[in-house]
């Protein structure tokens, strides 16, 4: 089994290229709100750490945005909490397409947490700021202190950069960037056949 990671920035457009792929994708940020969503064993232990916060099931984003405003540490808590719980469903995954050649992997901290391994692919995708801050401000949820206590958490974009094997421009019309990845996928499925 081949794994596309894909990386990059907050809002730079991950999830957009990650189904261009065409492979089976493994989103992150889609398990976390599901976590939010469903599990009940989740919003005991948060609302056992942030009493003042959490108060009702189904977890609210707005309870979380309150706790992570009010304490740089209250962020580490929650992601003790709900990342343990992603990486299950990311084995779970995992297993579930073993007999598939290719898989992608949006996961927004795979390099932070240490869940890429030394055959992945990493995939860059690249965005400009401006398009960045666009995209995120016509999010109904965009809070720019939660935005920044995101981003300090996060590795910087020149060292995911660096580790990258490829880059993926996302300044362009959606159509545009789909031949970009259409290309890039033929490249990848060419080299890992001839090696």
Known sequence: MIRICVIG???????????????????????VRN????????????????????????IKKTELTKAVIARKSNLKTISSIVHPLVRKKMKIFINKNKNTKYIVLDVPLILENKLNKKGD??????????????????RSNFNKNIFRKLINNQ?????????????????????????????????????????
């Open 9 to 31: 920035g907050i809002g730079s457009g991950k999830t957009f290229v990650s189904k261009l792929f065409r492979f089976p994708v493994f989103n992150a940020d889609d398990e």
């Open 35 to 58: 976590i939010y969503k469903k599990n009940k064993e989740c919003f005991k232990k948060l609302k056992q750490k942030l009493p003042s916060y959490i108060k009702s099931f189904p």
């Open 121 to 138: 692919i990493l995939i860059f995708v690249k965005t400009s700021p401006k398009k960045i801050l666009n995209r995120l401000n016509k």
């Open 155 to 195: 590795m910087s974009l020149q060292k995911k950069i660096k580790l990258s094997n490829y880059i993926i421009e996302n300044n362009f019309p959606p159509d545009t960037v789909k031949k970009k990845v259409i290309l890039l996928k033929k490249k990848i499925m060419h080299e890992r056949n001839c090696s």
